[in-house]
């Protein structure tokens, strides 16, 4: 039997030459930084070219300078010289029956990052980026928690995982009306707020009039609760807030949401009601796991009342979403409606949030990169041989 070793990761990573900036990961003001310091544009011009180079990045999706058509050719020929456009590898894409989608994208050797996307969410749909590779906050009911943190993301790598969503979604140029992709929601891997710079550069990239045109208020930035970085997400950001609580009580938190023993649910309720811009018109979205027989009690759902007297805030139910070697089971759902029906009396909406996209993994708290996960590639030739062997009468798993 001959055994072949994988080392592609390894031999990528040395032989991959240096890449070029990508520009679409670039701010207005960067981009107009970036044209002057390259002497590719006079100063008097930069900004106007700036603009030029921003539509038809983020307007028109284009990937390619030499279709960029009131740009002369001389300077789309150095732009091309000098940056990149182009869109990460998308290794693997999944539908669920329910219509969510799910890509696997490398951005590059070993960095992959899941992103979903579910229709009929928001104004029309939403999608669920990833703001790092892995995780650090080891949360025990979610899948994500369970992979090491890579490293963060960079704004270019959080925006295209916008951009590979248009292009499959068909949404190019950038649609004023009948959206399908309406909303942003930073709630997939990684803490958003340990990566504050590439996220708020991200979404001003996103929420730019002139481009993607993704409304502020249609963004919402997850956080389980990093409180130093709450202010500076509302000043920088101005996108709605919502925060990973799960538990009413300091002693189940900690264990659910280990970052709780650095900053308590007392500090991180000051910290949520002087966020800026917080009011009844911008309320802060509680997201809370349902898990059976550990915080699905009336007796939690009144705590939870109590807990947030005052808050402008609403509450998201979410049924517990299973995992491989997941310790959890979901609450039943009498038990979650009962949980509902208390929170609505006291005033709160607090819709039960449907699940969608288990079947491919894509559901709330579900998702892991596949630098953790065996690769798809690899998982795809290992079944081409085993068919192979089998026709051949022999197994080639058989270590004789």
Request: proline share 8%.
């Given at each position: 039997m001959t055994i072949t070793l994988d080392l592609s990761r390894s031999r990528d990573a040395a032989a991959t030459p240096a890449r070029r900036p990508n520009l679409t990961g670039l701010t207005r003001p960067a981009l107009v930084a970036a044209l002057e310091a390259g002497g590719l544009v006079q100063a008097g011009k930069a900004k106007m070219r700036a603009s030029q180079l921003w539509r038809w990045m983020h307007h028109y999706g284009v990937t390619d300078f030499a279709l960029m058509t009131d740009v002369a050719k001389e300077l789309r020929a150095a732009l091309s010289d000098a940056y990149d456009l182009s869109r990460p590898e998308v290794v693997e894409r999944q539908v669920s029956v329910d219509g969510t989608r799910k890509w696997l994208i490398r951005m590059a050797p070993g960095i992959e990052v899941e992103t979903v996307y579910i229709p009929d969410v928001g104004r029309s749909g939403a999608l669920c980026v990833s703001s790092q590779v892995g995780c650090t906050l080891n949360c025990t009911f979610c899948h994500t928690g369970t992979q090491p943190l890579v490293r963060n993301l960079t704004a270019a790598e959080i925006v295209a995982q916008v951009q590979v969503a248009r292009d499959e979604l068909g949404e190019w140029p950038s649609?004023?009306?009948?959206?399908?992709?309406?909303?942003?929601?930073?709630?997939?891997?990684?803490?958003?707020?340990?990566?504050?710079?590439?996220?708020?550069?991200?979404?001003?990239?996103?929420?730019?009039?002139?481009?993607?045109?993704?409304?502020?208020?249609?963004?919402?930035?997850?956080?389980?609760?990093?409180?130093?970085?709450?202010?500076?997400?509302?000043?920088?950001?101005?996108a709605m807030l919502a925060i990973s609580l799960h538990a009413t009580n300091d002693a189940l938190r900690d264990?659910?949401?280990?970052?709780?023993?650095?900053?308590?649910?007392?500090?991180?309720?000051?910290?949520?009601?002087?966020?800026?811009?917080?009011?009844?018109?911008?309320?802060?979205?509680?997201?809370?796991?349902?898990?059976?027989?550990?915080?699905?009690?009336?007796?939690?759902?009144?705590?939870?009342?109590?807990?947030?007297?005052?808050?402008?805030?609403?509450?998201?139910?979410?049924?517990?979403?299973?995992?491989?070697?997941?310790?959890?089971?979901?609450?039943?759902?009498?038990?979650?409606e009962g949980f509902a029906a208390i929170l609505n009396r006291a005033g709160y909406a607090s819709p039960i949030r449907t699940p969608r996209g288990r079947d491919i993994l894509a559901a709330c708290g579900q998702l892991k990169s596949e630098s953790e996960k065996e690769r798809a590639s690899v998982r795809r030739a290992r079944e081409r041989v085993v068919v192979a062997g089998d026709s051949a009468g022999t197994d080639p798993r058989d270590p004789d």
């Open positions: 649609p004023k009306e009948d959206r399908r992709l309406s909303n942003i929601v930073f709630m997939g891997m990684g803490e958003p707020l340990y990566n504050l710079d590439g996220v708020a550069d991200a979404i001003d990239i996103i929420a730019d009039n002139e481009g993607i045109a993704i409304s502020r208020r249609r963004i919402t930035v997850s956080t389980s609760g990093v409180i130093p970085e709450l202010k500076a997400l509302g000043e920088r950001t101005q264990e659910l949401v280990p970052i709780n023993r650095k900053y308590p649910i007392a500090e991180l309720l000051a910290g949520i009601r002087a966020y800026p811009g917080l009011s009844n018109a911008r309320r802060v979205t509680f997201e809370y796991v349902m898990l059976k027989g550990v915080n699905d009690s009336q007796a939690e759902a009144r705590a939870l009342v109590n807990l947030l007297a005052g808050v402008p805030a609403k509450i998201n139910l979410i049924p517990f979403n299973p995992w491989p070697g997941s310790p959890y089971v979901c609450s039943d759902w009498g038990a979650i």
